[in-house]
């Protein structure tokens, strides 16, 4: 079992950043590759970025190619998602996953395990 905290979200301007953070415990946290998901009202949640459990393969989804970053620190049990050039657009609740096995199937399949989500909200 694993389980997710997600921190980090809140309000920014058009054009700014913010840097979610996602701690998880109850396994190892090197074993599985992490991501994002993101779901805005009215919408279906969507893929947003995934990482490899050793931090080397990466995807993105289109829309934030060029401006977010996924990143992980295993010592800290931490995965990150530093997001710059914001826009209204990516306004959402943001959700951190985990799922064992490669980061492609993050872009494929719903992962194992979710976190509670975080609200981030761009105004323009």
């Known amino acids: 079992q694993v389980q997710l905290i997600e921190s980090g979200g809140g309000l920014v301007q058009a054009g700014g950043s913010l840097r979610l953070s996602c701690t998880a415990s109850?396994?190892?946290?090197?074993?599985?590759?992490m991501g994002w998901f993101r779901q805005a009202p009215g919408k279906e949640r969507m893929f947003v970025s995934a990482v490899s459990s050793n931090g080397v393969v990466k995807y993105y989804a289109d829309s934030v190619k060029g401006r977010f970053t996924i990143f992980g620190d295993n010592a800290k049990n931490t995965a990150y998602l530093q997001m710059e050039s914001l826009k209204p657009e990516d306004t959402a609740v943001y959700y951190c996953a985990a799922t064992p096995g490669a980061a492609q199937a993050m872009t494929r399949s719903s992962p194992r395990y979710w976190g509670q989500g975080t609200q981030v909200t761009v105004s323009s």
């Open positions: 109850g396994r190892t946290f090197g074993s599985y590759a």
